[in-house]
């Protein structure tokens, strides 16, 4: 009876641990974050963001705060209370009067629409500055993105190079085992190899730094190991038209719209300040008991008035001509945001272009060069009929070229992101 339960112990235990392996595994699994999934993260919790947002929330609600009516006013009031003796008799509240009024102020000329639409204006800029911090800290975003890209290439480059330089040093070493070789050649062979090693490590560390500021910008605190992006490192040949690029940059650029939304707000404040040089009438209202009146229905009376300001002096002049002039300002800035579309979009596409120039060359050339030399003056040091310096030379061009066409599409794709910041939007994937 005993035996036939140990296999089946010793089934469920071996169950057990291989289930708590693979849970550990998945636990230890990196989790690579495509660009879309970085940008959705980067959106929610970055805490710049998150804070100017509440801006946005703050302006939504002063616009409550600029629609209200003026408060109407309750006031009360007594008068004739007795202080002496009459007829030696005190009745100190036998010929106190009574008094209630009530008075509002009733505001003309449009003034609580003229503030709130002054007040959503504000909003709409405020949104749209909004918009503009997060086109730049995307961008931002995106630079560190490409240049963790970039450092999981180069290091992927550096390991390959060492890999097939381990095979150099092993053809070597058979080689100087059967005399084909001297000693220092080999020596100086195998002392090349920190060259290698120590560009893995510079890569490593360059790929860590990436990593560490990717997290800090999603506020993020999972260890730096855990953590990895991925997405296509690669190029593309096709470029539209600038005029193209001008056009979608007008359209999308938020500072552009902040600047024409700020003339649309110092037009209402222009508006808002010539309402408030109006004058705006206090209607009043009261009723009064004065028992010591005479005339028994003159104890109870009623009283209406309106009281009228004299804008003789105050007719809110100043506000008026800094209004007037504040429609100018905002007319200069607009100017000058469009004129900084351009020069963005126009200084880009023209880096972009330059860099995609030297692309193509090595893609449709010099990579593949550099492989054949490097493979054939490889398969001729193996056999005796190319030199050490030969090889090393080879090897040397073919790891400069790579590097160089790693380099150029990080800076490609560096570009990219700054086109679509200067565009406003995602234009070029």
């Not at 009283?303 to 002096?313: E, K, M, Y």
Request: hydrophobic share 40%.
């Amino acid at each position: 009876m005993k035996s036939s339960l140990i296999p089946v112990s010793i089934r469920s235990i071996v169950s057990c641990a291989l289930g708590f392996a693979l849970l550990a595994n998945f636990a230890n699994a990196q989790q690579a974050l495509t660009w879309d999934q970085v940008k959705a993260k980067f959106e929610a919790v970055n805490p710049v963001l998150r804070a100017d947002q509440i801006n946005v929330e703050e302006m939504k609600a002063e616009e409550i705060t600029a629609f209200l009516r003026p408060n109407p006013q309750l006031a009360g009031a007594t008068d004739g209370t007795q202080l002496a003796r009459h007829a030696g008799v005190w009745q100190p509240l036998s010929g106190t009067q009574y008094q209630g009024s009530f008075s509002y102020l009733h505001e003309r000329e449009r003034k609580r629409e003229l503030r709130l639409q002054s007040a959503k204006e504000g909003t709409q800029i405020t949104a749209s500055q909004h918009e503009d911090l997060e086109r730049n800290l995307l961008f931002t975003l995106r630079s560190m993105f490409v240049q963790t890209l970039e450092a999981k290439a180069v290091l992927d480059l550096a390991r390959a190079d060492l890999d097939y330089y381990d095979k150099i040093i092993d053809i070597s070493r058979a080689r100087f085992k059967v005399g084909d070789i001297a000693q220092i050649d080999l020596d100086r062979i195998e002392l090349l190899r920190v060259q290698y090693e120590a560009e893995i490590e510079t890569a490593t560390v360059n790929l860590r730094t990436a990593k560490f500021e990717l997290l800090e910008l999603l506020n993020e605190r999972t260890p730096v190991d855990k953590f990895d992006v991925t997405g296509t490192f690669d190029w593309s040949d096709a470029l539209r038209p600038l005029e193209d690029y001008h056009q979608i940059a007008l359209d999308n650029r938020p500072d552009l719209r902040a600047a024409i939304e700020t003339i649309q707000q110092s037009d209402t404040n222009h508006k808002l300040a010539v309402s408030n040089g109006s004058t705006d009438p206090t209607y009043s209202a009261w009723a009064t008991y004065n028992p010591s009146f005479n005339n028994p229905n003159d104890k109870e009376t009623l009283g209406l008035s309106v009281s009228i300001p004299l804008r003789i002096f105050d007719r809110n002049q100043g506000e008026k001509k800094r209004t007037l002039l504040d429609i100018d300002r905002s007319r200069s800035a607009k100017d000058a945001a469009q004129a900084q579309v351009f020069d963005d979009v126009d200084s880009t596409y023209e880096q972009l272009r330059s860099n995609m120039a030297l692309l193509r060359p090595y893609k449709e050339k010099y990579r593949d060069q550099a492989t054949r030399v490097r493979d054939t003056v490889t398969f001729s040091y193996e056999h005796g009929a190319a030199s050490l310096m030969d090889f090393l030379n080879a090897q040397s061009d073919y790891r400069v070229v790579q590097l160089a066409y790693v380099q150029l599409i990080g800076s490609y794709l560096t570009f990219v992101g700054q086109m679509n910041m200067a565009l406003g939007r995602e234009e070029i994937q």
